[in-house]
Nanobody, 116 residues
Framework: EVQLVESGGGLVQPGGSLRLSCVAS????????MSWVRQAPGKGLEWVSI????????NYADSVKGRFTISRDNAKNTLFLQLSSLKTEDTAMYYC?????????RGQGTQVTVSS
């Protein structure tokens, strides 16, 4: 059974930083591209970032480029998202997903709230 468990969210002031983690199990983690997606209150899902299985290829949504960094530790089956220079519009539930835009599994999410 595929399991994805996110952590690291919280309340942070504008301009602050957070590091999200996602521990994966139930599949060969290193063989899969992994993504982060988010859903702001009252809005649809938004793709945020993607990373290749080996970690050498990454891409970001324009809205987060230069502020967020995706990475992974295949030895620990863990996906990361470093959030920096946070803005109020980054407030959302953040989910890790197995795959790209056509992901086939998603975690329960971790809430990020950016507010002064």
């Amino acid at each position: 059974e595929v399991q994805l468990v996110e952590s690291g969210g919280g309340l942070v002031q504008p301009g602050g930083s957070l590091r999200l983690s996602c521990v994966a199990s139930g599949f060969n983690f290193r063989d899969y591209w992994m993504s982060w997606v988010r859903q702001a209150p009252g809005k649809g899902l938004e793709w945020v970032s993607i990373i290749s299985g080996g970690g050498n290829l990454v891409n970001y949504a324009d809205s987060v480029k230069g502020r967020f960094t995706i990475s992974r530790d295949n030895a620990k089956n863990t996906l990361f998202l470093q959030l920096s220079s946070l803005k109020t519009e980054d407030t959302a539930m953040y989910y890790c997903a197995k795959g790209g835009s056509d992901y086939d599994a998603r975690g329960q999410g971790t809430q990020v709230t950016v507010s002064s």
